[in-house]
C-alpha cells in the first residue's frame, strides 16, 4: 500500500552511465560504523561533552538551550555533530530502499546534513546523492565523506540556507531529488516555515521526503498541519517500521510528497511559533 500515491520508481528520468560504481554486492556499513567526526566550536558545550562522555546532539541542545521551553537563538553549531535521528533514518533507508536497491539513477538530498551521516550512508548504498548544509557547517560533511567513501562515490556536497531560491543548486545537482532527507531538522519551530519554503523549491511532484526527528516536546507536533496546509501529504510511519532499538515512541519518521502546486507565498506568511 502507498497511502500517499508514492511512485513504484523514479519518474524523473531513466537510469543512465554515470561512470559510478555499481550498486555495491554486499551490505554498505551500518551507519554506526561510519567515522563521522565531529566538529562542536562552542566551548560551552565541549566541556560538557567531554566530561558527560554523550557526544550527541541532545546533549548540545539542552547545553546551549537549558530546560525546555527555553528560547533557542544559538543553534549555529547544532549541526555540528551526530544526532541519533540520522542513525534512525540512514537504517530506515538501508532497510527498506523505497524504490528496491540503491543505484546510481535514484538522487538523494540530504537537507541540513551537518556531519553527513544519512547521505555518506545512502552514497555508500549506490545513491547518488548531495549533502547540503550552511557554509560554516558543510566542510565537516565534506571531511566525514572524504574519510568514508571511496573514489568516485556518487556524492556532491552544495551549501544552502533554508528558504533561498534553488534553483543553481537543483541545476548543480543535475534536477530536483528523488529523495530528500532530513535528520532533526524540527527541533526548532521558528524554523518550520524556512524548512516548508526549502522543501517547497527543492521537491519535485515525484519526489518523496523523509523526516526522522527525535520527539523532544510538543514544538514538533505541529508541522506535519503546517506542511499539509502548504500542499504536502503528511504520513507518520508506524513504530514498527524502526528497528527495534528506536521503538517506543522516543523517534518518529515523517514521510511527505507534494500534492498540490508549490505554494510559496502561503509558506512565506506562516507565523512563527514563538
Not at 511512485?7 to 552511465?17: E, I, Y
Not at 557526544?55 to 537549558?66: I, N, W
Not at 523523509?210 to 498541519?225: D, I, N, Q, V
Not at 517500521?241 to 510559496?264: H, I, M, N, S, T
Request: hydrophobic share 40%; proline share 13%.
Amino acid at each position: 500500500p502507498q497511502p500517499l500515491g508514492l511512485p513504484l520508481h523514479p519518474t524523473s528520468r531513466p537510469p543512465q552511465p554515470l561512470g559510478l560504481p555499481p550498486h555495491p554486492t554486499s551490505p554498505p556499513p551500518h551507519p554506526s560504523h561510519l567515522r563521522v567526526q565531529q566538529g562542536i566550536t562552542i566551548a560551552a558545550a565541549a566541556a560538557a561533552l567531554t566530561s558527560s562522555g554523550q557526544g550527541d546532539g541532545d546533549r548540545l541542545l539542552a547545553t546551549l538551550l537549558g530546560p525546555p521551553p527555553a528560547p533557542q537563538p544559538h543553534l549555529a553549531n547544532v549541526g555540528l555533530v551526530v544526532w541519533q535521528a540520522g542513525t534512525v533514518l540512514a537504517e530506515l533507508l538501508l532497510g527498506a530502499p523505497p524504490w528496491g536497491p540503491w543505484g546510481p539513477h535514484i538522487h538523494a538530498l540530504d537537507l541540513g546534513t551537518g556531519t553527513g551521516l544519512v547521505g555518506i550512508a545512502l552514497a555508500l548504498a549506490g545513491a547518488r546523492v548531495t549533502l547540503t548544509d550552511l557554509p560554516h557547517i558543510l566542510p565537516l560533511a565534506v571531511r566525514n565523506a572524504a574519510t568514508n567513501c571511496p573514489p568516485g562515490c556518487p556524492l556532491t556536497t552544495g551549501t544552502y540556507r533554508w528558504g533561498d531560491d534553488a534553483t543553481e543548486l537543483l541545476a548543480q545537482a543535475g534536477g530536483p531529488p528523488d529523495l530528500i532527507t532530513g535528520a532533526d531538522l524540527l527541533y526548532d519551530c521558528t524554523q518550520h516555515g524556512a524548512l516548508l519554503s526549502a522543501l517547497t523549491r527543492l521537491a519535485a511532484p515525484h519526489t518523496v521526503i523523509m523526516l526522522a526527528h527525535r520527539k523532544r516536546s510538543a514544538t514538533e507536533e505541529g508541522f506535519p498541519a503546517l506542511a499539509e496546509a502548504a500542499g504536502f501529504a503528511v504520513e507518520r510511519l508506524p513504530d514498527s517500521a524502526l528497528a527495534e532499538d528506536y521503538q517506543g515512541g522516543v523517534y518518529e519518521v515523517l514521510r511527505l510528497a507534494r500534492r498540490e502546486p508549490p505554494l510559496l507565498e502561503f509558506v512565506a506568511q506562516l507565523p512563527s511559533c514563538e
